[in-house]
């Protein structure tokens, strides 16, 4: 690769042990994927920021740098850590857990890391520019800063990530380069889509075609929410390795479809209608018992708009006491949440806000397991994905009316 001045002297050790080592890791990433330079970021979201993805190696690794004298130089912001920073004890999370994300969390901070522990960093301060170069981790969060927001990144791993924050560069390959960015199938909506079940459905299905490739959707009305978007990003990036969408009409670079195929032939063409979609709802409402056990809102974590939603449906009833409720979100949101009354209607209902952390990250399997429950209902189609594979735990699928009308019941109607 061919690396400025500056960026030999951080390859050689002049400024320092961390900064050798994180450009060795860029280096060698960059090498393995015939990236002919780096490209200078400002904006970094890390996505290893829960022990449950680091472990106790990523922990070390991070303590390291930062004693070695390491410091972030892009504006750095972390995704959600294994739990609750305030509440875990009350939630059933672990001691030695809590002591493990401890430290962690102080590296990360201490390196320069603003801990928001969200994977919404777009609706609390870091939303990148249309075309800023990016270094950004989780899957979710990335698909929806390239895609809707028109910012360029990679999907980030750990190290890298850390890397990138570090020295301010990331490898020039895959989706910083334009000509990568364009469409490979097109798949035509023409069914209605309403609210974030839908939309998951549509990713969910989307991801299954597309494994790396980018889709281009014709279809999406220009009305779709960002948090529409943002169901859509991630259930495309848990059914498949997407890292970018197109909607015709709705998102920046797809003003056309010739745009958004940037002048080539989509290589397939499908079509997503009522058919599909309940394909994709039958295969995610897997469990065949009316039970509910675990109700899980906020994959990604939950907006304040989807707060509104969630209390709506609440009202002034009462969460069957054989079910658990909780809504994910940030701390943020829940600070409006709080302003708003909606966090006192779920729990006056019997349910939880839980911040800073998710089911996937953080140790759910054990706390269902505590819970006695085995099954997870949900609104997310990311959740509703990995939750047997990952959690062990059976899954219904639907939108936020039918599931809090089932946490309510206690029954889930089909
Ligand atoms: Fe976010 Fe966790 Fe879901 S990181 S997208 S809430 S799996």
């Known amino acids: 690769m061919q690396l400025t001045d500056y960026e030999k002297r951080m390859q050689n050790g002049e400024m320092g042990e961390p900064y050798r080592k994180a450009m060795d890791i860029l280096v060698a990433l960059g090498e393995s994927f015939d990236a002919e330079r780096m490209v200078e970021v400002k904006n970094t ?16 690794f991070a303590e390291n740098i930062q004693s070695q004298g390491g410091c972030f130089c892009t504006r750095t912001t972390s995704n959600p850590t294994a739990l609750d920073s305030a509440r875990w004890r009350e939630l059933g999370m672990d001691e030695k857990d809590a002591e493990m994300q401890g430290r962690l969390t102080n590296a990360l901070a201490k390196l ?16 990148p520019r249309f075309g800023e170069h990016v270094a950004w981790g989780e899957s979710s969060a990335v698909i929806y800063a390239n895609s809707v927001l028109g910012a360029r990144t990679n999907r980030e791993g750990g190290p890298s990530g850390l890397a990138a924050a570090l020295c301010g ?11 990568n960015r364009y469409g490979k199938l097109l798949i035509n909506v023409t069914t209605p889509l309403s ?16 494994s790396q490739d980018t889709p281009v959707f014709t279809g999406i009305p ?42 080539g032939r989509p290589e397939l063409v499908v079509e997503f209608g009522e058919k599909e979609k309940q394909m994709i709802v ?11 056990g675990w109700v899980m809102m906020g994959c990604p974590h939950a907006s304040i708009f989807e707060f509104a939603d969630i209390a709506r449906a609440i009202g002034d009833k009462k969460v069957n006491p054989d079910v658990t409720l909780w809504v994910c979100t940030s701390a943020q949101i829940k600070t409006i949440a709080d302003r708003m009354g909606y966090t006192a209607i779920i729990e006056k209902a019997g349910g939880k806000v839980v911040c800073d952390t998710c089911p996937v990250l953080a140790p759910t399997r054990d706390l269902a397991q505590k819970m ?12 509703a994905h990995y939750s047997p594979g990952q959690f062990g735990l059976m899954t219904h699928y639907g939108n936020i009316d039918k599931i809090i009308e089932a946490a309510i019941s206690g029954k889930w109607k089909r």
């Open 112 to 127: 320069g890391t603003q801990v928001i522990s969200t994977c919404i960093p777009y609706f609390v301060g870091n939303a």
């Open 195 to 210: 609210g974030v079940t839908d939309y998951g459905c549509l990713g969910y299905y989307a991801g299954t075609l597309s």
């Open 169 to 179: 560069r990331v490898p020039e390959f895959g989706f910083h380069l334009k000509e």
């Open 45 to 60: 979201h890390l996505a290893g920021a829960s022990i449950i993805v680091t472990g106790e190696a990523g922990i070390k």
């Open 372 to 383: 006695g429950h085995r099954i997870l209902t949900t609104n997310s189609a990311k959740m």
């Open 222 to 263: 220009a009305a779709a929410t960002p948090d529409e978007l943002k169901a859509l990003s991630a259930a495309l990036g848990s059914s498949g390795a997407v890292t970018m969408f197109h909607a015709v009409g709705v998102t920046p670079e797809a003003p056309d479809l010739e745009t958004a195929f940037g002048g």
């Open 282 to 292: 039958n295969k995610l409402d897997r469990e065949k018992s009316d039970d509910i």
